[in-house]
């Protein structure tokens, strides 16, 4: 007859090549372990705790994408919410403040109107190169990094 199993143990048996044996008598060896069943429940343990370590690891920077990517569009918002007021205001000012041009200036007016509207983007774009190479749009100087704002360089601080 066999004698009974203490309660909460569980018995296997596992077969190993040679090399797998040879490792776990290393490990044991290092280990200073009693037995194969401590060296069993330390590598259980360890690749356990490992496993859970690099789920939390995963977990932790995906939520720090998240956060980061929420954070650079509320960033990207606000610049879009700035340049719409921006343009809602100059439109509010040129309808408003701009006299309506005679029927015998309109052909001369339209004319002269193509000519400053070329002209007006090319300055902007220009301008908007200059900016771009001075570091105006650089993430940090829009406040889009963490710290303070840097002045693009070439901008005199006063």
Do not use: C
């Not at 041009?101 to 983007?121: D, H, K, M, S, T």
Request: hydrophobic residues 40%; aromatic residues 8%.
């Amino acid at each position: 007859m066999s004698r009974p199993k203490p309660p909460g143990i569980v018995r296997y048996t596992i077969r190993l090549k040679r090399a797998q044996a040879e490792r776990i008598a290393a490990i044991k060896a290092q280990l200073h372990a009693k037995s194969d069943n401590e060296v069993f429940d330390y590598l259980v343990t360890v690749a356990a705790d490992q496993r859970d370590d690099l789920v939390q690891l995963v977990y932790g920077l995906f939520g720090n994408l998240a956060d980061n990517l929420t954070h650079k569009f509320q960033s990207l918002e606000t610049v879009s919410q700035l340049h719409l007021a921006l343009t809602d205001s100059y439109i509010k000012y040129a309808l408003t403040a701009l006299p309506e041009v005679p029927q015998a200036f309109l052909a001369g007016a339209r004319a002269r109107a193509a000519l400053i509207y070329e002209q007006v983007n090319l300055t902007a774009a220009r301008e908007f190169q200059r900016r771009r190479d001075s570091g105006a749009y650089s993430p940090n100087a829009l406040g889009l990094e963490d710290g303070p704002p840097e002045p693009p360089s070439g901008v005199n601080e006063g």
